[in-house]
């Protein structure tokens, strides 16, 4: 079995990308069912490939250490807001209303609609409390994003120092955001 596992990690098949539960078994000389029970076993899938991408940001490694810092051990009495955005959210109404969940049985809902158009979300979680400061706009711009932060700003308390962690979209570093 050791040999087998090596084999599906270390090996590939002439002419193609990767193991098969069948060529495998056509390979080792078992029957697809052993390697299928094999690989389920050491959750090998051969088959599937995710792609990553690593920063060449020279700093990258120090800000993730910040980032998790001011997360995991905010500042005394300071308030750590987590901002997003999520664009082109489609503004749907379903024809009729929303069956609710019922045991055993999932919501339901039709799948006839009517377009509202679309939506932009912008929100801010407080990670200390849970809270949510949220505002829903037509366009995904910078003016609008800095109508949103002036919303943040009212929001919060005087006194404690406001910390926003978001990431580097392009409406996030205009001047104007930036000033």
């Known amino acids: 079995m050791a040999q087998l596992i090596e084999r599906t990690l ?7 990308t990767h193991w098969s539960i069948r060529s495998m078994a056509a390979e080792a000389a078992l ?3 052993t390697i299928r029970r094999i690989w389920g076993a050491f ?12 920063s060449s940001d020279p700093l990258f490694v120090d800000k993730v250490q910040d980032i998790v810092g001011l997360y995991l051990s905010p500042p005394n009495r300071a308030v750590v807001l987590c901002v997003d955005e999520k664009s082109q959210i489609q503004a749907l109404d379903r024809e009729q209303p929303l069956l609710p969940m019922a045991l055993g049985v999932p919501e339901r809902r039709t799948h006839t609609y009517i377009r509202n158009g679309t939506t932009s979300l912008f929100a801010a979680l407080d990670i200390a409390t849970g809270a949510v400061i949220e ?3 037509k366009r995904h711009h910078a ?4 109508d949103f932060l002036k919303q943040i ?3 919060m308390p005087e006194g404690p120092e406001v910390h926003l ?6 409406t996030h570093k205009t001047p104007r955001i930036k000033a």
């Not at 270390?10 to 193609?16: E, H, R």
């Not at 003016?143 to 800095?146: A, S, V």
């Not at 962690?165 to 392009?170: E, S």
């Open 143 to 146: 003016t609008e994003f800095l």
């Open 153 to 155: 700003d009212a929001a």
């Open 165 to 170: 962690v978001m990431d580097n979209y392009a």
């Open 10 to 16: 270390n090996t590939t098949p002439k002419n193609t």
């Open 31 to 33: 029957s697809h069912t």
């Open 43 to 54: 959750g090998l899938q051969p088959h599937r490939s995710e792609t990553f991408k690593l």
């Open 135 to 137: 505002k829903c706009y």
